[in-house]
């Protein structure tokens, strides 16, 4: 049995990006932490009342905040991924949600987390679920010339179905678990698509095809 997932929004309603600012916020106090937190914020509230794209807002924000960690390391960005973990999405996870996958490891499943969020990150919060048979598909981050950068594509919507094909090979995939309009593909591809906390595209969608809804 296989089992993909997002994770945000999905497994925990935290935000690696205002994780991000929290930590440059306790270890490089300054001014630019607060005001990169106020803009991303307001521009959140355009996002939630659909003046603005979630995938676009993800990826300037995901890219801009690691423009606040002066002088990485690796040792530092390993740090900073345990704290993005530690102190915000797995303190703000679903626990219902996370059980279930625990339930599925129990039968035997591999899991598979695919998500746009920084790639170290998504592997280890998988780590904090189960301690095997449990992979993490992210956003690759990369450490060149003392500054911090990503892939040029975020893993969403047909980048984050590619990597998740090619992890599965011929394999078929069980279940799916997803919360916007953007993981259709992914549910779609699925024995047992299942809704977790869906956006209104989403619910919409989920009903209509009479799949499983988790709120």
């Known amino acids: 049995m296989i089992v993909a997932s997002d994770l945000n929004g999905t497994l925990t309603t935290g935000s690696p990006i205002l994780a991000v600012v929290k930590w440059a916020e306790i270890h490089q106090a300054s001014l630019p932490p ?14 939630k009342f659909g003046f603005k794209d979630l995938h676009v807002w993800a ?15 690796p040792e530092k960005l390993t740090g900073i991924m345990r704290f993005i973990v530690e102190d915000e999405l797995w303190p ?3 626990p219902d949600v ?5 339930d599925f490891h129990q039968q035997g499943a591999e899991i598979i987390l695919v998500s746009a969020a920084f790639e170290p990150a998504v592997a280890l919060f998988g780590e904090k679920i189960v301690p095997s048979d449990i992979s993490g598909i992210g956003t690759p981050i990369f ?13 969403v ?7 998740l094909r090619s992890r599965l090979g011929s394999r078929n995939l069980d279940y799916a678990l997803g919360d916007t309009i953007a993981d259709l593909p992914m549910l779609e591809a699925s024995r047992n698509p ?7 595209q989403l619910r919409a969608q989920a009903m209509e095809r009479g799949w499983r809804i988790l709120e």
């Open 194 to 200: 299942i809704a977790v906390a869906p956006d209104h």
């Open 157 to 163: 919507r047909e980048k984050k179905m590619d990597l």
């Open 34 to 47: 607060k005001l990169f937190k106020i803009r991303i914020l307001l521009s959140y509230l355009q996002v």
């Open 98 to 102: 996370i059980d279930l996958l625990k």
């Open 92 to 94: 703000k996870r679903r």
């Open 143 to 155: 450490l060149e010339d003392d500054k911090l950068s990503l892939a040029d594509e975020l893993t």
């Open 59 to 73: 990826d300037k924000n995901l890219r801009g905040v690691l423009n606040l960690i002066s002088s990485p390391t």
